[in-house]
T-cell receptor, first 111, second 116 residues
Framework: AQRVTQPEKLLSVFKGAPVELKCNYSYSGSPELFWYVQYSRQRLQLLLRHISRESIKGFTADLNKGETSFHLKKPFAQEEDSAMYYCALKAGYSSASKIIFGSGTRLSIRP | DTGVSQDPRHKITKRGQNVTFRCDPISEHNRLYWYRQTLGQGPEFLTYFQNEAQLEKSRLLSDRFSAERPKGSFSTLEIQRTEQGDSAMYLC??????????????FGPGTRLTVL
């Protein structure tokens, strides 16, 4: 079954501390993984995708097929990083297939 | 605002009533998706359209739910005989399908449904 698991509902860290939001997936094919973010009172938006191997707002995520993980990391948290983060998996081979979301992790950055 | 728009933003209804939501995608986007999000969960896929054709429906989409995209532009999602379990945020997203490159889904602000 296709599934995305985010084990932490809430993660609270101090400003300047490292951040790691965990994500594990279950998918039989070759996965495409994403991180979406939703800031307070804003709509859901794409943060980054694994195939781009990019760093956005200081965040990076590496796909580990052996551990079926796609953890989101940032070395130094900032207060504006406080938001809801969703790990997601594109299901299917089409370039426009549906997305399966995890249940989300609320990141709270303490000053 | 040139992003995805949804109307209404909030809807309160009594159990057993029918409700209809509208989604206007980004104008050149040919794919339109509907998701449902309940409290404490991530969005769950309901259905999607390629232009006016409905290509996939989730098992979550019971026979009380129907979606249309008659002219390949805006879409409507109707729920008949609403139940309290239908209370959720209903999200719409759109994307432009290209043969290569990235297909990013852009989300609307959602319609929050409360069934009393």
């Amino acid at each position: 079954a296709q599934r995305v698991t985010q084990p932490e509902k809430l993660l609270s860290v101090f400003k300047g501390a490292p951040v790691e939001l965990k994500c594990n997936y279950s998918y039989s094919g070759s996965p495409e993984l994403f991180w979406y973010v939703q800031y307070s009172r804003q709509r859901l938006q794409l943060l980054l995708r694994h195939i781009s191997r990019e760093s956005i707002k200081g965040f990076t995520a590496d796909l580990n097929k052996g551990e079926t993980s796609f953890h989101l990391k940032k070395p130094f948290a900032q207060e504006e990083d406080s938001a809801m983060y969703y790990c997601a998996l594109k299901a299917g081979y089409s370039s426009a297939s549906k997305i399966i979301f995890g249940s989300g992790t609320r990141l709270s950055i303490r000053p | 605002d040139t992003g995805v728009s949804q109307d209404p933003r909030h809807k309160i209804t009594k159990r057993g009533q029918n409700v209809t939501f509208r989604c206007d995608p980004i104008s050149e986007h040919n794919r339109l998706y509907w998701y449902r999000q309940t409290l404490g969960q991530g969005p769950e896929f309901l259905t999607y359209f390629q232009n006016e054709a409905q290509l996939e429906k989730s098992r979550l989409l019971s026979d009380r739910f129907s979606a249309e995209r008659p002219k390949g532009s805006f879409s409507t999602l109707e729920i008949q005989r609403t139940e309290q379990g239908d209370s959720a945020m209903y999200l719409c997203a759109s994307s432009l399908v290209v043969t290569s490159g990235i297909n990013e889904q852009f989300f609307g602000p959602g319609t929050r449904l409360t069934v009393l």
